[in-house]
């Protein structure tokens, strides 16, 4: 897997975390909030770090429902694999192939951006993200 996340999806930095787009993009916008210092459980937030971070979350949830069209947005927390705080947002769009499906059930190829696709979706996300969008 490499480097995770990736520092050429860097999106955005939010104060309390920083917003990547993820490696995989065969859901467009997905969109990945990892929290900047180690923590594994949101209850070992203070309570104004739960709030300002699902504030967070919120924001790039809209930003990406604006400018992708989405149905649905998907929030995943898990940290099974990854035990540090960081939110998946990702956009359901209304031609999704298994829209009942979390995307971890959806079998597909990863799809990966490169060159200027990956430059024009980070382009859009950030100015989405800036209010711009």
Do not use: C
Not at 30 to 37: A, D, E, M, P, Q
Not at 81 to 98: C, E, G
């Amino acid at each position: 897997m490499g480097t995770w996340p990736r520092p050429d999806h860097f999106l955005e930095d939010l104060g309390l975390s920083k917003a990547y787009l993820h490696e995989d993009q065969f859901f467009p916008g997905w969109t990945v909030l990892v929290f900047h210092r180690h923590v594994t459980e949101l209850f070992q937030l203070a309570p104004p770090e739960r709030v300002q971070l699902i504030e967070d979350v919120s924001r790039v949830a809209g930003a990406l429902f604006e400018i992708y069209h989405a149905k649905k947005i998907n929030y995943e927390l898990l940290g099974n694999q990854l035990p540090h705080i960081h939110w998946h947002v990702i956009p359901r769009l209304p031609n999704d192939p298994a829209p009942l499906e979390p995307v971890w059930r959806v079998p597909h190829t990863p799809v990966h951006l490169t060159g200027v696709t990956l430059q024009h979706t980070i382009d859009r996300v950030r100015s989405a993200l800036r209010g711009k969008g």
